[in-house]
């Protein structure tokens, strides 16, 4: 019950947080800043949580460790639950915050949606962005590394990945994220959701695959 309060906790802050940065103050603070504000949202979350729950916050993450060797079947599957209904209860708060349903940080991609890039684009973004973001993870998180300091790699990692990626996804990485926002603001957001179930979680088991086959190793 505790590692499920800490994901929920962890990926509540963290749609708080990152989209409510993009939302409330994206005109103020621009991309650098909604960037710093995912990533910032994770480094907190990461000492906070960290102990408890290993600060997943992250179904493709709690898919890579799993993959990797690092947990079971049934602890991937509390972890998710707890997600996907953190992010929901964290994309809720915003919209009471906001009035409105409609801009919740959602995530999407082609006509009309930032830099208006394709499919083949966000899905490739989403597949190898996700990819390297776990490889960090399960390096900084695993043998040799240093526990200390991993929250701020990740955290580093993940407002890098959205400095570069906000105008092609908005960034998702994260299914969770994804999920939350799309659920309630509907329209082409929910229609788009799919890609954001599909690419994350396929650089999640690339990556999880790379260290469960030992090919980075210390």
Not at 63 to 70: D, Q, S
Not at 94 to 103: E, F
Not at 173 to 184: E, K
Not at 211 to 217: E, F, G, M, S, V
């Amino acid at each position: 019950m505790s590692k499920f309060i800490a994901e929920f906790i962890g990926t509540f802050a963290l749609v708080l947080f990152g989209c409510g940065a993009a939302v409330l103050g994206g005109d103020h603070v621009g991309q650098l800043g909604i960037a710093l504000a995912f990533g910032f949202a994770i480094v907190a979350m990461a000492y906070g949580i960290g102990p408890i729950s290993g600060c997943h916050v992250n179904p493709a993450v709690s898919l890579a460790m799993f993959v990797a060797g690092r947990m079971t079947p049934t602890q991937m599957l509390i972890h998710w639950a707890a997600q996907f209904l953190g992010a929901l209860a964290g994309a809720a708060v915003l919209a009471a915050i906001v009035g409105s349903t409609a801009h919740l940080g959602q995530n999407g991609w082609g006509p009309g949606y930032l830099g208006e890039y394709p499919l083949s684009a966000a899905a490739l973004f989403e597949v190898v962005m996700t990819a390297l973001f776990v490889i960090v993870i399960l390096g900084a998180t695993g043998e040799g590394s240093s526990p200390g300091f991993a929250g701020l790699a990740i955290g580093i990692t993940l407002a890098v990945i959205h400095i570069v990626g906000i105008q092609v996804t908005g960034v998702s990485v994260n299914p969770a994220r994804s999920f939350g926002p799309a659920v309630l603001a509907g329209g082409q957001a929910l229609s788009q959701l799919w890609l954001f179930f599909v690419a994350p979680p396929a650089g999640a088991i690339i990556g999880g695959l790379i260290y469960r086959l030992r090919l980075l190793k210390v």
